[in-house]
């Protein structure tokens, strides 16, 4: 395994007899890397977590971490990794800085290290509460805390985010590229597309137990945005951008056209020489559910076609 690759996933197949939660799933995570892993509920994402964290065992394939073979009989490397997996178990009628303070003293974490994590996830404040007084968010935020109290090299968080108010979902995205750029690698797992695309530098999209893609964020969207333009009648302003220079392409959808290649007020003058004004004219980019959406209607199309 290279000295620069701090996850490798190879052929991972699991079942569930008979239901088959994982299909040969192969991915890799450079280390300081934040790599989203993303698909809606159901479609294996937390099956691979449990095996990455060496709670059960494959039906076959192999993981590694940092170069270190991962199963539930070979887990040492597992020290060097913070989890966010399953519900938190803390104790209720202690404070949350108590909490820390315990998984502090088995990892050999320092007490001002307690303080720091406590002031990254943004409970300070609420340091000495009891955690049976905490919102789903605040549980949420003390078990980030715990899964950075032993200064991990990996991060592996599954749904992070749940419970957060838009506030800290958006406070959580500076912490998880504050981590990267210290050096941790951050595995996120998430069914919120749109908020996970704007952190992450990889990502694969998984379906059903398959990858569907993995690559660059910006690869996956598919570089350049495109114009849309509302326009009556469609038919005819589509025909004249056909011919209008450094138009790329047009594509009508929906209620708009799709024009890519040149910039909106090319649009509009190029339209508005032949007698034709849209109504509206919106700069418009890809994003990961649209690009997940048409994976999946290309993939459905191929499995009727068999």
């Known amino acids: 395994m290279k000295q620069d690759v701090a996850i490798r996933v190879d052929d991972l197949t699991h079942y569930y007899n008979p239901v088959r939660a994982l299909d040969a799933v192969s991915i890799q995570v450079d280390k300081g890397q934040v790599f989203g892993f993303l698909g809606p509920n159901g479609a294996g994402k937390s ?4 095996i990455m964290l060496g709670l059960q065992y494959p039906t076959s394939g192999r993981v590694e971490i ?9 887990n040492q490397v597992l020290c060097r990794v ?32 307690v303080r720091s994590v406590l002031e ?45 108010d838009p506030v800290y979902i958006r406070e959580f995205r500076e912490l998880v590229r504050s981590l990267a750029k210290s050096g941790v690698t951050v595995f996120l797992s998430s069914h919120l597309l749109y908020e996970v695309e704007q952190v992450c530098d990889r990502v694969a999209l998984l379906h059903h137990g398959q990858v569907l893609a993995q690559g660059a964020v910006s690869q996956l969207l598919g570089g350049q945005p495109v114009t849309r333009v509302r326009v009556c009648p469609m038919d005819a302003a589509a025909e004249t951008l056909r011919n209008c220079p450094g138009v790329q392409h047009v594509q009508v959808g929906g209620d708009y056209l799709e024009v890519g290649g040149i910039p909106g007020q090319d649009i509009v003058a190029c339209l508005a020489h032949n007698g034709i004004f849209p109504s509206e004219v919106v700069r418009h980019r890809n994003h990961l559910e649209e690009t997940f959406m048409a994976l999946v209607q290309d993939s459905q199309a191929k499995d009727t076609s068999l």
Do not use: C, W
């Open 47 to 50: 099956t691979a977590i449990s």
């Open 66 to 74: 940092l170069g270190e073979r991962v199963s539930p009989l070979h």
């Open 82 to 113: 913070g989890s966010m997996f399953g519900s938190p178990g803390f104790i209720p009628h202690l404070s949350g800085k108590e909490n820390l303070q315990i998984l502090a003293r088995i990892s050999g974490a320092t007490e001002s290290h």
């Open 120 to 164: 990254q996830v943004g409970l300070l404040g609420a340091a000495k509460k009891k955690v049976a007084s905490y919102s789903l968010g605040m549980k949420q935020r003390l078990a980030l805390a715990a899964a950075l109290v032993h200064h991990p090299d990996v991060l592996i968080l599954d749904e992070p985010t749940n419970g957060f």
